[in-house]
């Protein structure tokens, strides 16, 4: 599957705002405007003005949408929600190239808020995925403890954990210490 640039980055801000749900750290990660600009930085949402109290409600909301998404039955429920998403932040496709890099579409209008920003680029980067046949790549981490939302970009689409280096690994290395276990006793 062939994932441009932006697309990439829009779906990594969707996982990562629908990792900031307190149902998955056991506490609310976008409490305060310095919480939403940490995303916002991490994840290097062009475009973004001030920020306020609004934002992070509003933002909030946008990410329990997402999570709706994630969780959908089937495609045409997943797309339903999107296209509701993506019309409701007056969705503006437009070319831009900037910060070095070249001519690439942005779906937000002009002056949107961080709200509509993100339903609009990362709603149209989801979208895609259905579009592909590949909305079955939206994954929840395979570990017991573990409900973080990922995208398996792997050729097979075999990725389980959303990263093997602590998810995956540890339950590789429980694994193998119960087998170690049961074979000496």
Do not use: K
């Amino acid at each position: 599957m062939l994932i441009n640039h932006d697309t990439r980055c829009a779906l990594d801000s969707v996982v990562d705002l629908v990792n900031t749900a307190p149902q998955i750290e056991g506490r609310e990660s976008l409490a305060d405007v310095a919480d939403l600009r940490g995303f916002v930085e991490r994840n290097q949402v062009s475009e973004v003005g001030r920020l306020d109290e609004h934002d992070i409600a509003a933002v909030q909301a946008v990410r329990d949408r997402f999570t709706a998404v994630f969780g959908a039955r089937d495609d045409a429920t997943a797309a339903r929600m999107l296209n509701a998403m993506v019309a409701e932040a007056g969705t503006t496709p437009r070319l831009t190239d900037h910060d070095g890099y070249d001519w690439h579409v942005h779906y937000f209008a002009p002056g949107a808020s961080l709200a509509d920003h993100l339903a609009a680029d990362c709603g149209m980067a989801l979208a895609f995925l259905i579009v592909a046949g590949e909305r079955d790549r939206l994954r929840r981490c395979d570990a017991p403890d573990c409900r973080r939302a990922f995208v398996d970009l792997s050729r097979n689409r075999s990725r389980r954990y959303c990263d093997s280096r602590t998810c995956g690994n540890r339950l590789h290395v429980a694994a193998y210490r119960a087998r170690r276990r049961e074979a000496s006793a």
